[in-house]
């Protein structure tokens, strides 16, 4: 699983609506050129290739080399990225851009649990089950978070190489959101 950690100027870029759809759905449903793109997110083609190719400009997306002419192949150059607000403090546009992008997949992951909860019902209650939410309470310092944090993404991406890529029956794409934060986020430190 290849991770990309992204600097100011690629939270720069991809803190934009159109960019980060882009890169979701090459994420979720593979290559596609600028026309297919454009057709799936209601968008036009030239507004989809330009956004695409500043996508490529910080290595987010890559061209695959395949298709002719104009109907170039785009994918996720990464399986995931993520940021440091400590490596964008002293950029305040990149200390904006990143409080949208939070702002942006928070409101992506709202969308997507209550269209799992209107379908839930319908699925076979083993996916149900597997299926399920919980939260924990305790007290940490910010180092312990981070520890705790860290130490979860490394459980997923070892189950994710562990399953690999190959098609199973029965199996489908999961998407699991870690979030953490203060209980109280107006008692700061």
Known sequence: MEHLQLDGRALRVLAHPLRARLLSELRVNGAATATQLAERLTTNTGA?????RKLAEVNLVVETGEGAGKQRFWAAAQDSHGWSDASVADDPDAVAASGWLRQHYW???SEKVAQWEDERPHWPVEWRD???MSDGLFTATAAELDELMTELE????RFQENLGDEPRPGARQVLVQLYSMPIDPTDRP
Do not use: E, P, R
């Not at 989809?48 to 695409?52: K, P, R």
């Not at 490394?154 to 991406?157: L, S």
């Open 48 to 52: 989809t290739s330009y956004h695409l």
């Open 107 to 109: 409101s992506y992951l």
């Open 130 to 132: 597997g299926a399920h």
């Open 154 to 157: 490394a459980v997923m991406q």
